[in-house]
């Protein structure tokens, strides 16, 4: 059974960081992209990065890009999403996905 759990949200200022991680089980991890998605009070989901399982390629939304960091740890079966000047407008919960499964969601919640 493939479980995906997400951990490290938690309620930050303007300008702060959090670690968000992603403990992945039930698959292979080595052969899977792993991605990180939100989804903000009355929005609809977005995605915000994702890591290949190959050579560690990764994307970025625009809206985060040079603030946020993913990576993975093969080792640990994890993935990371460091989240550095936070802003009010990252307020969201944070999903991690491998298609077509996603994990619970950890609350992302960002002070002015």
């Known amino acids: 059974e493939v479980q995906l759990v997400e951990s490290g949200g938690g309620l930050v200022q303007a300008g702060g960081s959090l670690r968000l991680s992603c403990a992945a089980s039930?698959?292979?991890?080595?052969?899977?992209?792993i991605g990180w998605f939100r989804q903000a009070p009355g929005k609809e989901r977005e995605g915000v990065s994702c890591i290949s399982s190959s050579d560690s390629s990764t994307y970025y939304a625009d809206s985060v890009k040079g603030r946020f960091t993913i990576s993975r740890d093969n080792a640990k079966n994890t993935v990371y999403l460091q989240m550095n000047s936070l802003k009010p407008e990252d307020t969201a919960v944070y999903y991690c996905r491998q298609s077509p499964y996603w994990g619970q969601g950890t609350q992302v919640t960002v002070s002015s």
């Open positions: 039930g698959f292979t991890f080595d052969d899977y992209a």
